[in-house]
């Protein structure tokens, strides 16, 4: 059987297309498995930068808690103020460095991502790694003061 494109500029014939050939499918087995390792890369991406916003968000509520004791001497109440007052102060700088980054025009070439800032986040770029982190360390604070007022 032949096939004979209708432009006359682009003929293109094309014998013995009964043939079933198996490896026709393959690519598009590869690119679904590629897309779905990508997924499940994003999705690993986007639960680890809130937990490590987390963790950095609950060492500056400690370090602080702990200077709030010092300084008020030995008063909770002052101590988890302090703590509070510091984690919002901490979330506004971090929004003002994102805030920051996102004025600056273009993206960084693949080749000046740092390798190590990659082996944390394989599909997320700094910006969207820094919005996420900036996420934990929100939830935490909110949690924090949810624990004061309540």
Known sequence: MKYTDDNNWNSDCYSNMDNND???NDTNDINSNGN??????LVGDVIHAPLIGGVIGL???IVFF???LLIGTGDIIIAFEASRNAGFIVIGLLTFIL?????TNG???EEAVNPAFKRYFAILGYKSALLLIILGVIIVSFAFDYLLFH
């Open 36 to 41: 779905a390792r990508k997924v499940l890369l």
């Open 22 to 24: 198996t490896n026709v």
């Open 59 to 61: 060492l500056f509520k």
């Open 99 to 103: 805030a920051g980054m996102f004025l």
């Open 107 to 109: 993206k960084k070439k």
């Open 66 to 68: 702990i200077i709030g």
